[in-house]
């Protein structure tokens, strides 16, 4: 049954524009396509930041104070602490009293060389050999250098490649240890042994 210039009975669907009500529909793959492309500009932006903002390979630790810690180190040990001088381009990374391999009361000093290698000089009174193979990693004889008539024992941790140069004269030992070669550990046990002159001792004990 049907009425004429009524309301039809059934409606035809909506138009695809529109909800059933006659609302129209939002279109909202636009909205979500700019806010995608939105997001892809500013990370690329973020990582151009990030690319171009200059970065520290390492950080970097300021030059141990050595001579500042021997000043303090000298009524705790039983020798005078030496002070390398003469070091061009070899940059300190450790100054400290400590209590070694069987607890031998050791002067450290480490060094970052100019070529970036690691070294460090090792002095104790009444060492031990415990305490030696501990400063040289267990390095074994490799023969004998003189330095300034000073005769020096070459010892050699092949493993490790640890080169070590070791002398005791009146009970007091230096070691000169690391991944350098012997030419650069002679720098560092004359570099000791100038500062100890400078310091008007030899060896650890004041002169006269």
Do not use: C, K
């Given at each position: 049954?049907?009425?004429?210039?009524?309301t039809?009975a059934?409606?035809a669907p909506a138009?695809?524009g529109e909800?059933?009500?006659?609302?129209?529909?939002?279109?909202?793959?636009g909205n979500v396509?700019s806010?995608?492309l939105?997001?892809?500009?500013?990370?690329a932006?973020?990582?151009?930041?990030?690319w171009a903002?200059?970065?520290p390979s390492?950080v970097q630790q300021?030059?141990?104070?050595?001579?500042?810690t021997?000043?303090?180190?000298?009524?705790?040990?039983?020798?005078?602490p030496?002070?390398p001088?003469?070091l061009?381009g070899w940059t300190?990374?450790?100054?400290?009293v400590?209590?070694s391999?069987?607890?031998v009361l050791?002067?450290?000093?480490g060094y970052?060389?100019?070529?970036g290698?690691?070294?460090?000089?090792?002095v104790?009174?009444?060492?031990?050999?415990?305490?030696?193979?501990?400063?040289t990693?267990g390095g074994a004889?490799?023969g004998?250098l003189?330095v300034d008539?000073?005769?020096?024992?070459?010892?050699?941790q092949?493993d490790?490649?640890?080169h070590?140069l070791?002398?005791?004269?009146?009970d007091?030992?230096?070691v000169?240890?690391?991944d350098?070669?012997y030419?650069?550990l002679t720098e560092?046990v004359?570099?000791?042994?100038a500062g100890w002159a400078?310091a008007?001792?030899?060896?650890?004990?004041?002169r006269?």
């Amino acid at each position: 049954m049907s009425t004429t210039g009524g309301t039809p009975a059934h409606q035809a669907p909506a138009p695809t524009g529109e909800d059933p009500r006659g609302v129209p529909r939002t279109r909202r793959s636009g909205n979500v396509q700019s806010m995608v492309l939105s997001m892809a500009v500013i990370l690329a932006l973020v990582a151009v930041v990030v690319w171009a903002v200059p970065r520290p390979s390492s950080v970097q630790q300021p030059p141990a104070d050595v001579a500042g810690t021997a000043a303090g180190a000298g009524a705790e040990l039983p020798f005078a602490p030496p002070v390398p001088t003469g070091l061009e381009g070899w940059t300190p990374t450790s100054a400290e009293v400590n209590r070694s391999t069987d607890g031998v009361l050791t002067w450290h000093v480490g060094y970052r060389t100019d070529e970036g290698e690691h070294v460090a000089l090792e002095v104790a009174r009444d060492a031990t050999a415990a305490w030696q193979r501990a400063q040289t990693a267990g390095g074994a004889s490799d023969g004998t250098l003189e330095v300034d008539g000073r005769e020096w024992e070459r010892l050699l941790q092949p493993d490790r490649g640890r080169h070590s140069l070791v002398r005791t004269e009146d009970d007091l030992t230096v070691v000169a240890t690391g991944d350098a070669d012997y030419p650069v550990l002679t720098e560092l046990v004359r570099a000791a042994g100038a500062g100890w002159a400078a310091a008007g001792s030899t060896w650890g004990s004041p002169r006269g």
